[in-house]
């Protein structure tokens, strides 16, 4: 025994003989095993739990009802602009054509023409009847001229050289009717 040593104390001299003492090539292995496997389970939970947050109800964007409400109004909007255009305009246009049957009526709003049939002409050429319009607004520093032409072309079923021409209130009325059918008889 030593001298030093007490006699209760048992000293236990073993080498510890791992596989990585004898082999440093594993044991870089091994941590760069370990190091991987780590970054792909944090990876990966970061990742489902960002996922499932997402998915959630309650961490929806803020305020997404009113942007979705939003864009559905800017989508109508546009819909109306350009799908509807026909229509739109048809409320505001000056010059409506009615179909009755016996007759072609022409509706002009004599409104955007100040009120006066004599600013409207209205001329025809074979089957191309011409509608001509001006009005003239004054103001204290300006002048606004409006002008319009509109071209009619019809066919040979109406008789243009029969057209009336009519006021009733803010509205000028030009009447052009069918030609009556030759009917042979036997």
């Known amino acids: 025994m030593d001298e030093n040593q007490k006699p209760e104390e048992v000293v236990n001299n073993y080498e510890v003989n791992t596989l990585c003492r004898k082999h440093p090539w594993w044991k870089c292995l091994l941590c ?7 970054a792909f389970c944090a990876f990966y939970v970061v990742t489902d739990w960002h996922f499932k947050a997402m998915l959630r109800m309650k961490h929806r964007i803020p305020y997404e009802e009113r942007m979705e409400s939003f864009a559905h109004k800017e989508i109508a909007g546009f819909e109306n ?3 509807k255009e026909g229509k739109k305009f048809k409320k505001n246009a000056i010059i409506h054509i009615q179909n009755s049957g016996k007759a072609y009526r022409i509706i002009v709003d004599l409104r955007a023409f100040d009120n ?8 025809t050429n074979g089957n191309i009847l011409t509608l001509a319009g001006r009005s003239v607004r004054k103001s204290k520093h300006d002048e606004q001229i409006s002008e319009f032409q509109q071209n009619y072309l019809f066919g040979s079923n109406v008789k243009l050289g029969s057209l009336t021409k009519e006021t009733n209130g803010n509205y000028y009325i030009i009447t052009i009717p069918f030609e009556k059918p030759d009917v042979e008889e036997d």
């Open 116 to 123: 006066n049939e004599n600013n409207i002409q209205v001329s």
């Open 32 to 38: 760069a095993l370990m190091t991987f496997l780590g």
């Open 81 to 83: 602009f350009m799908g």
